[in-house]
């Protein structure tokens, strides 16, 4: 009787151990912020998961896929749904933003991203997995405003979204912390400059009511 694999099933090996899986991509992320990609060292992020770099080779073939999967397992979580208050969500987003940036690592990582030795596949997808996805939310939380007419219809939704984000980075590199109001007071003036109203300011007037 032909057994399994002479009949063309794969034979049947050790099941893969996800916690192994999780300790090295931590390791793996952590060489990536800290060193960045080029001098990310496969045999010091064995050494920091607790496994061997043959270990490793069975997961991922070389360095730039264990470092793109670091960067997936990095990403930050999709925030829910928007709500009837786009000015509200914009907060959120950026609240969001906040504290994915300030995790450990995260600003080394924008620098490692900026390093001519950076394999230029690992750069596009961080670019996709990281930079891409919170762009769309922002655009789309201004996009809702600006169909619900609380934003002017001509607002440069491009730089607006570019203002949200750069803003932090640029006081990161000036050495000027962020304040803890830091979400509220950007977003306050991402939307004074693309014209916001405020979400009930088109709702009728009682009548009768006095101006203050």
């Known amino acids: 009787m032909k057994?399994?694999?002479?009949?063309?099933?794969?034979?049947?090996?050790?099941?893969?151990?996800?916690?192994?899986?999780?300790?090295?991509?931590?390791?793996?992320?952590?060489?990536?912020?800290?060193?960045?990609?080029?001098?990310?060292?496969?045999?010091?992020?064995?050494?920091?998961?607790?496994?061997?770099r043959q270990a490793i080779y069975r997961r991922w073939p070389d360095k730039a896929s264990l470092a793109a999967a670091a960067l997936a397992a990095a990403a930050d979580a999709q925030p829910g749904a928007g709500s009837a208050d786009p000015l509200a969500d914009l907060v959120a987003e950026l609240t969001d933003f906040q504290r994915g940036v300030s995790r450990p690592g995260r600003m080394s990582l924008v620098g490692t991203m900026l390093q001519d030795g950076t394999a230029p596949a690992l750069m596009t997808r961080y670019q996709q997995q990281v930079i891409a996805p919170r762009r769309l939310r922002l655009r789309a939380i201004l996009e809702r405003a600006r169909l619900r007419?609380?934003?002017?219809?001509?607002?440069?939704?491009?730089?607006?979204?570019?203002?949200?984000?750069?803003?932090?980075?640029?006081?990161?590199?000036?050495?000027?912390?962020?304040?803890?109001?830091?979400?509220?007071?950007?977003?306050?003036?991402?939307?004074?400059?693309?014209?916001?109203?405020?979400?009930?300011?088109?709702?009728?007037?009682?009548?009768?009511?006095?101006?203050?």
């Open 3 to 52: 057994s399994p694999t002479s009949i063309g099933e794969a034979p049947r090996g050790r099941s893969r151990d996800p916690a192994i899986d999780a300790r090295v991509l931590a390791a793996a992320y952590r060489q990536l912020s800290s060193s960045g990609f080029e001098a990310m060292s496969l045999t010091a992020v064995a050494q920091d998961a607790g496994t061997t």
């Open 149 to 212: 007419g609380l934003i002017d219809a001509d607002a440069d939704l491009q730089v607006a979204v570019t203002m949200c984000t750069g803003s932090w980075y640029a006081r990161a590199l000036a050495g000027d912390p962020p304040p803890p109001d830091w979400p509220i007071r950007i977003a306050a003036l991402v939307w004074r400059s693309v014209g916001g109203k405020s979400p009930d300011s088109r709702k009728s007037r009682q009548p009768g009511r006095s101006e203050l």
